[in-house]
């Protein structure tokens, strides 16, 4: 099983960043599909981000598109999540999820196809 490990969340103004960070343990990082997801209190669970094995294909839900970015560094086992022009619904705890041996270029935006879930960091946007 692989151990994911976010960090980076917190409090921040409208309009403003933040980087979240996921380390990855394992030998198997390199093979897998990578995805943020959040929910927020008395909310479901939803996709934010994905990313493919190798990082070329990307692909994120319409409330987040072109002000997030997702990247990810295989020789450092960890994927990132650029978050700018915050908004207060935004907040949410953000989760890191990954899915080994993934296709290719295959990005994948249901929770279901994640078996691997991290912690969980907080990020709060103020108004």
């Known amino acids: 099983q692989v151990q994911l490990v976010e960090s980076g969340g917190g409090l921040v103004q409208a309009g403003g960043s933040l980087r979240l960070s996921c380390a990855a343990s394992?030998?198997?990082?390199?093979?897998?599909?990578m995805g943020w997801f959040r929910q927020a209190p008395g909310k479901e669970r939803e996709f934010v981000a994905g990313?493919?094995?190798?990082?070329?294909?990307?692909y994120y839900a319409d409330s987040v598109k072109g002000r997030f970015t997702m990247s990810r560094d295989n020789a450092k086992n960890t994927v990132y999540l650029q978050m700018n022009s915050l908004k207060p619904e935004d907040t949410a705890v953000y989760y890191c999820?990954?899915?080994?041996?993934?296709?290719?270029?295959?990005?994948?935006?249901?929770?279901?196809?994640?078996?691997?879930w991290g912690q969980g960091t907080q990020v709060t946007v103020s108004s």
């Open positions: 990313i493919s094995r190798s990082g070329d294909n990307t």
């Open positions: 999820a990954g899915r080994k041996e993934a296709a290719s270029r295959s990005v994948y935006v249901r929770g279901v196809n994640y078996a691997d």
């Open positions: 394992g030998r198997t990082f390199s093979s897998a599909a």
